[in-house]
């Protein structure tokens, strides 16, 4: 059968081929605007990535470093690992707990208040006065194995300052947390009854350092957090975290913060 140009049928076919490649076309456009580089990421998450640090005015002009936050929610909170702010202030003396914005030498400092705690997982959540840049949650879905993703913090702070850095790695394995303390003193009824039922945590391939603690952890494809830097593998004592790093770091998953969100009706 010979087919006429602008017949039914070669309409059908050419419409048919039209429409293919618009959607084609428009899903490629989709998974580009989706997927941003690197750069454009670290550029639009920095603004939300605070210094934590504690505040004694009688003591120094500059904050001392402790760890490393992120601002969700309303851009009133901040969240940070529990073991970052769990020293217990001095009552004698002025001394806060303090979020440092901005970068280099002359950063923003708010006051924070500490609102909720969890320290089975290592999460606390605080208060800022005045708002900030907030970061998107991820939803609770635990990431597979093998997934690319950085993470962006003040390693070393108490030393280099307030200047993020950025490092890449992917997730290794989704394993049970069973280091609830570096020794027994530091062990809560709390902690011990988390050997019994160890909770998951992400294990990475990527190398975290002393002031990473509390780094928001993103998927590569996203700038939405999936989790939250706690701590990393030590083999040869603390100063081995410095001069020679496992590259074995563990984040706590972000649902483990929800969980503690709802249940002090703070909205994220």
Same mark, same amino acid.
């Given at each position: 059968?010979?087919?006429?140009?602008?017949?039914? +049928?070669?309409?059908?076919?050419?419409?048919?081929?039209? !429409?293919?490649?618009?959607?084609?076309? !428009?899903?490629?456009?989709?998974?580009? *605007?989706?997927?941003?580089?690197?750069?454009?990421? $670290?550029?639009?998450?920095? &603004?939300?990535? =605070?210094?934590?640090?504690?505040?004694?005015? @009688?003591?120094?002009?500059?904050?001392?470093?402790?760890?490393?936050?992120? =601002?969700?929610?309303?851009?009133? #909170?901040?969240?940070?690992?529990?073991? =970052?702010?769990?020293?217990?202030?001095? &009552?004698?003396? =002025?001394?806060?707990?303090?979020?440092?914005?901005?970068?280099?030498?002359?950063?923003? $400092?708010?006051?924070?208040?500490?609102?909720?705690?969890?320290?089975?997982?290592?999460?606390?959540?605080?208060? $800022?006065?005045?708002?900030?840049?907030?970061?998107? @949650?991820?939803?609770?879905?635990? %990431?597979?194995?093998?997934?690319?993703? !950085?993470?962006?913090?003040?390693?070393?702070?108490?030393?280099?300052?307030? #200047?993020?850095?950025?490092? *890449?790695?992917?997730?290794?394995? %989704?394993? &049970?947390?069973?280091?609830?303390?570096?020794? /027994?003193?530091?062990?809560?009824? *709390?902690?011990?009854?988390?050997?019994?039922?160890?909770? @998951?945590? #992400?294990?990475?391939?990527?190398? /975290? #350092?002393?002031?990473?603690?509390?780094? &928001? +952890?993103?998927?590569?494809?996203?700038?939405? +957090?999936?989790?939250?830097?706690?701590?990393?593998? +030590?083999? *040869?004592?603390?100063?081995?975290?410095?001069?020679?790093?496992?590259?074995?770091?563990?984040?706590?998953? %972000?649902?483990?913060?929800?969980?503690?969100?709802?249940?002090?009706?703070?909205?994220?």
């Amino acid at each position: 059968m010979q087919i006429k140009k602008g017949s039914a +049928v070669t309409d059908g076919y050419w419409g048919s081929t039209i !429409f293919a490649l618009l959607c084609l076309c !428009f899903t490629s456009m989709t998974s580009a *605007q989706q997927t941003q580089s690197l750069p454009e990421s $670290i550029k639009q998450i920095k &603004p939300s990535i =605070v210094g934590i640090a504690i505040f004694t005015p @009688l003591e120094s002009n500059a904050p001392q470093i402790l760890g490393t936050g992120f =601002v969700v929610g309303n851009g009133k #909170y901040i969240v940070t690992n529990y073991h =970052v702010v769990s020293k217990e202030l001095d &009552p004698t003396i =002025v001394q806060n707990f303090v979020a440092l914005s901005g970068t280099g030498q002359n950063p923003a $400092i708010h006051k924070m208040d500490i609102i909720a705690i969890d320290p089975v997982h290592d999460i606390a959540i605080l208060s $800022i006065d005045t708002a900030l840049p907030a970061l998107k @949650l991820a939803n609770d879905d635990l %990431i597979d194995q093998g997934t690319s993703v !950085f993470f962006t913090g003040f390693p070393i702070g108490a030393v280099l300052g307030l #200047y993020p850095a950025t490092h *890449q790695g992917i997730i290794a394995a %989704i394993t &049970p947390d069973v280091n609830p303390a570096s020794n /027994a003193n530091q062990l809560t009824l *709390q902690m011990l009854d988390r050997l019994k039922t160890p909770f @998951l945590v #992400y294990q990475l391939d990527a190398t /975290a #350092y002393p002031g990473n603690s509390g780094s &928001p +952890v993103f998927a590569s494809n996203s700038n939405d +957090v999936i989790a939250i830097i706690n701590k990393v593998f +030590v083999s *040869q004592g603390k100063e081995a975290a410095l001069t020679n790093p496992s590259g074995i770091s563990y984040a706590i998953p %972000i649902r483990d913060l929800r969980k503690l969100a709802k249940g002090n009706d703070i909205a994220l």
